[in-house]
């Protein structure tokens, strides 16, 4: 397998061009420049010899059954502006008017001949800025060959989320797209993110927040059970701004999801967070890093991980303290609660420390579930299976205590409690 | 109600045998003690009346209104009418109290066929028997026992088991860690639930606790068996003596 993987990783890569002919292209050029450079991972790399990158380095995306759960659209009643992407394609029928106060919504593949200076500063830069020290030729691959995506300015405080719905139509479909958010000074939005997206999904999310704007971001990823993903997130922030990402994951035998966020600005505020249930043929990984360069910031990553019949899931998580970064407050939590001891837990949790007033602090647990806490519900009634389901959910509250808002993270935690009472009838 | 003939219980990691054959009856109504020295099984035998694991019934049996307790499940034996006031309630932190409890409601009256209780009617009812206990809202909010004092943990204790109107109580040293004003507060609690279809076995090392919740009979337990019962007496004969004598006149 390793002979003909080493063969075509550089036959695929020689194979890309870029054809993209407007504003994006010389970052795209780039990109594709900077992804020969690096090569495609492979297991033998550091940073990936907890997931194997082989499916998501092939030529072709590996086939993907579409799932239908039957159950009603996530976010549904909540009030927001909705862009729908069907493998990866924008579907403009489904999609409200992209029209909303205090923001701009553009898509990456209409405006090649305009002239978007705020986008073209930022596409592929904070991507670029996140390949070091660790190479992510995957968000590189990503910005060279995207073929569509948002462009979203937020220039005041906007009144409801905006919802990207990524459904999944071919069960072949290799969708690649690409968003660009800057958040002006005294903006603030909330982007939700949900669905399947494609069999093999690359999606990247660069984010600038300016002094004093907010970011938040809540995402589902879809439950096709036998979906790729990998994903990256470059958050960049300013000064007094916040910056809060939550993930809730169920099925997909493989994810990647990366998280790198630069504190540049004082008294910011970043929050990465992620919940994960998987059960079978499930590897779910979250690789974070987090840079402290400037003062007084605080940065917290919280994620759970409930697997079972063989599930895997890893945490890499990295705080970086750079020179000077005073009195940083950097939290850093990955547990995962182990069903069945076919499942599996890896984790690599790092500190990097270069400035001497700070407070860090990392912990990384692994358990099963707590059995007199079990017996202590069941001695009232409450039936075994149910017991675990409570348990399981109060194991995940600690990461969605970490959305700020109440309808969403309620959203989520019904659809939690709705997926272990099904499995479990 | 409640009915052990000659129970005998190992321990399932280690080949240790804790209960030597344990005979108990008790009826409809009554309340029942069991005192005795630290380690002579008092809290293996509730925890094997209500069904944890780690421990083999190796002899005898256990009977709740003539239904074989032994092979059931921990919830169905709550189903069945038995609560366990555990000696060290668990914490359990991420699920709050006011959840916990009405979970636990509603699966035992969804057992029984009843139907669920609304979260109007729920709240009405806990409000009211909260407040008797001196539970405030905030501890009902909290997550189940979590930073809870030793007393606070046994008044929860008590509110469950005032929530669930289960037929036989078994209180495991419920009195232990509270001060006097929480003892009264606790046994007042136990008392309001005293009538002719409901039984409590109290296990305690004080008659302080059997000064408020008075025994029908009480026990004494040595070694894995019941060595002694006899009348409300026997309590006072422990506290004033210790169990040296009483353990003296089996050996
Ligand atoms: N799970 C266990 N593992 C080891 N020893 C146990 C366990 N449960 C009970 N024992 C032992 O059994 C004996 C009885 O304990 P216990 O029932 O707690 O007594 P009591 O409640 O009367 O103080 C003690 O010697 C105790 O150490
Ligand atoms: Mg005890």
Known sequence: MSAVEAKSVPDRLEALEVTTTGWSAEARGHALARLRNAGLPSKRDEYWKYTDPTTLNADDAPTAALFNAGEKPLFDDVERLKIVFVDGVFDAEASDDLTLENVEIARLADTEGADIHWAKGLYGVLENNGQTPVKRPFAALNTAMATDGVLIRVTGPVAKPVSLIYRHASDTSDAVLHHVIRVDDGGSLTLTENGPAAARFNKVMEVDIADGAAFHHVRAQGRDHERRAVTHMFARLGKESTFRSFTLTANGVLTRNECVIELTGDDALASVSGAAVGDGVFHHDDTVFVTHDALNCESRQVFKKVLRNGAVGVFQGKILVKEGAQKTDGYQISQSLLLDEDSQFLAKPELEIYADDVACSHGSTSGAIDEDALFYLQSRGVPLQQAQDLLVLAFLSEALEEIDSEELSDALRHRLEDWLARRSS | ?251
């Open chain 2, 1 to 251: 109600m409640l009915d052990i003939k000659g129970l005998e219980v190992s321990l399932e990691e280690e080949e240790k045998q804790i209960l030597k054959g344990v005979d108990l009856a008790i009826q409809p109504g009554e309340v029942h003690a069991i005192m005795g020295p630290n380690g002579s099984g008092k809290s293996t035998l509730s925890y094997v009346l209500s069904g944890k694991d780690g421990y083999e019934v190796t002899g005898g049996s256990a009977t709740l209104n003539g239904d074989d307790i032994l092979v059931m499940e921990p919830e169905e034996r709550a189903a069945a009418g038995l609560f366990l006031a555990f000696q060290y309630p668990v914490e359990i932190p991420g699920v709050g109290n006011m959840t916990f409890l009405r979970t636990a409601v509603n699966a035992q009256r969804k057992s029984r066929g009843e139907e669920e209780l609304s979260a109007g009617e729920f709240l009405k009812i806990i409000r009211a028997k909260a407040k008797t206990l001196e539970i405030d809202a905030d501890m009902l909010k909290r997550p189940v026992n979590v930073g809870f004092s030793g007393g606070e943990k046994k008044r929860n204790e008590i509110l469950q088991m005032a929530m669930l109107e289960p037929k036989m109580c078994i209180l495991d040293e419920t009195d232990s860690g509270l001060d006097v004003d929480a003892m009264k507060l606790v046994s007042h609690g136990v008392n309001a639930l005293r009538d002719e279809g409901r039984s409590f076995l109290v296990i305690t090392h004080y008659q302080r606790l059997l000064d408020h919740i008075k025994p029908d009979v009480v026990h004494i337990m040595a070694n894995g068996r019941i060595i002694k019962s006899g009348g409300p007496e026997l309590a006072l004969e422990v506290e004033n003596n210790g169990y040296a004598d009483l353990l003296a006149e089996v050996a």
